[in-house]
């Protein structure tokens, strides 16, 4: 019992550092799509991919959410 204390000590740092590693990871990630959705937008003179029905005063926060979201790699 007392040689599996160590093991567990250290697949728990593991774990722990992992799951950080992967939200680095994840918020990296999604701030590289929204500069490329936000270059893209400047590229195409405003033009957003979105209907033209929908007011272009409505909040780029939401947009650049829904992008990433619509986007997002499985």
Same mark, same amino acid.
């Given at each position: 019992m007392l040689a599996a204390l160590p093991t567990l000590t250290v697949s728990a740092i593991f774990l722990a550092w992992n799951v950080c590693h992967r939200e680095r990871q994840r918020r990296a990630r999604l701030l590289r799509q929204r500069v490329a959705y936000m270059l893209w937008v400047a590229a195409h &003179?405003? #033009? =957003?991919?979105? &209907? &033209?029905? #929908? !007011? +272009? !005063?409505? &909040?780029? #926060?939401?947009?650049? =959410? =829904?992008? +990433?979201?619509?986007?997002?790699?499985?």
């Amino acid at each position: 019992m007392l040689a599996a204390l160590p093991t567990l000590t250290v697949s728990a740092i593991f774990l722990a550092w992992n799951v950080c590693h992967r939200e680095r990871q994840r918020r990296a990630r999604l701030l590289r799509q929204r500069v490329a959705y936000m270059l893209w937008v400047a590229a195409h &003179d405003g #033009e =957003t991919g979105f &209907d &033209d029905d #929908e !007011s +272009t !005063s409505q &909040d780029l #926060e939401r947009r650049l =959410t =829904t992008f +990433t979201f619509l986007h997002r790699p499985h």
